[in-house]
C-alpha cells in the first residue's frame, strides 16, 4: 500500500514505518466530538477550526533483533475553553509532538511503557490517528484555564477597595451585621 492510499483513520503502522512514509492533513476540529465538548459553551469549534497534523513512521534497526516500528506525531489547534478567573472564553493553544514505538500486544506495550520513558502502543491492524491526536490533546488541556490578563476587571462579592474602584458604594461586612444582631442593645 502506498503512503497516498494510507487512510488515517485506519492507519497501517507497520507499512508506513517499513515504507519511512509520511502523511499529513487537517480535520475540522468538531470532528474531534470528545475534546470538542472540552470547549466554552458561548464559543465552540466553528466550520473553519482546524486540527493539523502529521505523521511519518520509521523502523529502527536492533543488533540481534527484529526492526523496531516508530511513529512520530504532531498536531496542533486552538480550542476555547472557560477562563477559570473571568469564565469568559480563552484560547488554548494545543501541541502534540511525541514519538510512539509500536510492539506486538498490549502485555508487551504495557510492560515496556511501566520500565521505559517512550510512549509505547500495541500495534494493530489499524490506528484511528484522529482519535490518538483526540486522546493526546486531551491529556495536554490545562488543567486551570485562564486568561494571562483577563479583559475585564475582576469583582469578587464583598471586595470593598474593588467595589469602590468601579463606583459602587462599599457593602457592609456581613461578620459585622450578625455582631449586631447579636449584642445585646445595651452594649453589655
Known amino acids: ?13 507497520a507499512s508506513l514505518a517499513a515504507e519511512g512514509a509520511s502523511l499529513s492533513g487537517a480535520w475540522p476540529l468538531m470532528s474531534l466530538t470528545r475534546l470538542a465538548a472540552s470547549a466554552h459553551a458561548d464559543a465552540p469549534p466553528a466550520a473553519g477550526d482546524e486540527v493539523g497534523w502529521s ?23 486552538t480550542l476555547r475553553l472557560q477562563c477559570q478567573r473571568c469564565l469568559a ?7 502534540c509532538d511525541r514519538w510512539f514505538r509500536f510492539v506486538a500486544t498490549e ?7 511501566a520500565e521505559s520513558e517512550d510512549d509505547v502502543l500495541e500495534l494493530t491492524r489499524a490506528l484511528d490517528l484522529r482519535e490518538l491526536v483526540e486522546d493526546e490533546f486531551l491529556l495536554s488541556l ?26 459602587e458604594p462599599a457593602k457592609e461586612n ?10 445585646p442593645k445595651g452594649g453589655h
Do not use: Y
Open 1 to 13: 500500500m502506498k503512503p497516498s492510499e494510507q487512510n488515517p483513520l485506519r492507519l497501517n503502522v
Open 89 to 95: 472564553p480563552v484560547e488554548a493553544p494545543l501541541h
Open 55 to 77: 505523521a511519518r513512521g520509521e523502523q529502527r534497526k536492533r543488533a540481534g533483533s527484529s526492526p523496531e516500528i516508530w511513529m512520530h506525531l504532531q498536531a496542533s489547534t
Open 107 to 113: 502485555n508487551a506495550a504495557a510492560a515496556l511503557d
Open 142 to 167: 490545562p488543567v486551570v484555564p485562564r486568561h494571562e490578563r483577563c479583559p475585564e476587571p475582576l469583582v469578587v462579592p464583598g471586595d470593598v477597595l474593588a467595589a469602590e474602584s468601579m463606583g
Open 174 to 183: 456581613p461578620f459585622a451585621v450578625l455582631r449586631a444582631l447579636k449584642t
